[in-house]
């Protein structure tokens, strides 16, 4: 909320809307400025943060220029602050969880190749079904992870954008200078712009939430299939052994799926996050009572949920312990005698990896 403040206090004087010295004492007061935060939460109860927090602001810009102080947040509105200050902390939090998918994607990619011809048991509604191979298995992984970190990426480009819009959403104080402060203030903050506010229309927050969530059902598939895989009876692969993960606190013969539950966990949590998201599409009017309000918790909660899923499952793949011995026998003892022809596994194998290819070369957010 500071960086914006201070950024539009730049932007305006960049315009020649406020003297350049008052500026610099804002910004400089925004870069440094400490916030008795207990009190913005007990003030925060008038309806938003941004209150109390232009208040401590500008009490803060006034101890040094009290004539710098009254161009504090000129022109602005609450909501331009809450809304832009959630677009920059999602920002780099998008960009982890796109480094996050990359590495479990790069992961999943190095097993495709390296179990192409690997041959194991196919299960349809948990059960033997035919002959494929685990490389297979791994490429069908891979092109939901493709394909969920192209839509993330897209979903993340048209949500993290700047909110600026005034009182009601016109700048109207700015009058016909509103595109030309709005174009400066973008570039002090990198971030993209947009003429038409959004702060009543959230389909960009929400969008990227359900990329979030898939993107978290994505690696808790993932978590599921090894989790399976893992169980004793089965043996055909399991999570790489590590000093403190997996032990159970009363058994220590047991060596259990924890990185899977890590991934299994957020993708349970994660769908329930994003409805309230697509919940709050019926804002009133031009700025909504109830909707927009709770949506920093659940976006912060999304990204959490979708970043710890997919670092689990990338610690679990780049470690997985795959038993091809195992796969063999179960394969010969449960399906007997069947043929391994794996059809167009191969082709279908090259096509995961060359989806990837493309998908991971393009820019994260």
Do not use: Y
């Amino acid at each position: 909320m500071a960086r914006f403040e201070g950024a539009l206090a730049r932007a305006s004087a960049r315009l020649g809307l406020l003297p350049a010295a008052h500026a610099e004492v804002i910004s400089r007061v925004c870069e440094h400025a400490q916030f008795d935060v207990a009190a913005l939460a007990n003030e925060g109860r008038t309806g938003t943060l941004a209150i109390p927090f232009v208040k401590q602001l500008t009490a803060a810009v006034a101890s040094v220029s009290p004539e710098a102080a009254r161009h504090v947040h000129a022109g602005a509105t609450s909501q331009d602050v809450i809304d832009t200050a959630a677009v920059l902390c999602l920002k780099p939090a998008c960009a982890r969880v796109d480094e996050l998918t990359l590495r479990l994607g790069n992961s999943a990619a190095q097993l495709a190749r390296r179990h192409a011809v690997t041959p194991t048991a196919a299960r349809t509604l948990l059960q033997p079904a035919l002959p494929v191979t685990f490389g297979w298995k791994a490429a069908v992984w891979l092109s939901t992870l493709a394909r969920s970190v192209t839509a993330t990426r897209k979903a993340a480009a048209g949500a993290l954008i700047l909110q600026f819009g005034g009182p009601s959403g016109t700048l109207s104080s700015f009058g016909e200078r509103a595109p030309d402060i709005m174009k400066a203030l973008g570039q002090e903050l990198e971030l993209p712009v947009s003429l038409i506010p959004w702060h009543s229309a959230r389909d960009g927050f929400a969008r990227l939430g359900a990329e979030l969530a898939i993107l978290a059902g994505a690696a808790g598939k993932i978590g599921r299939d090894v989790s399976l895989l893992m169980q004793p009876e089965v043996g055909e692969a399991a999570e790489g052994a590590k000093a403190g993960r997996g032990g159970s606190s009363s058994m220590p013969h047991k060596r259990n799926p924890a990185l899977s539950m890590l991934a299994l966990e957020a993708a349970q949590r994660a769908p329930g996050l994003a409805s309230t998201l697509l919940s709050q599409l019926t804002p009133e009017h031009e700025r909504g009572l109830g909707q927009w309000q709770s949506q920093w918790f659940v976006l912060r909660e999304l990204v959490c949920a979708s970043a710890s899923g997919t670092a689990a499952m990338a610690d679990a793949l780049e470690g997985l312990e795959v038993n091809e011995k195992a796969m063999l026998a179960n394969l010969e003892s449960l399906l007997p005698g069947q043929r391994r022809e794996f059809g167009s596994a191969g082709p279908m194998i090259q096509a995961a990896l060359a989806e990837w290819a493309t998908a991971s070369r393009g820019t994260g957010p």
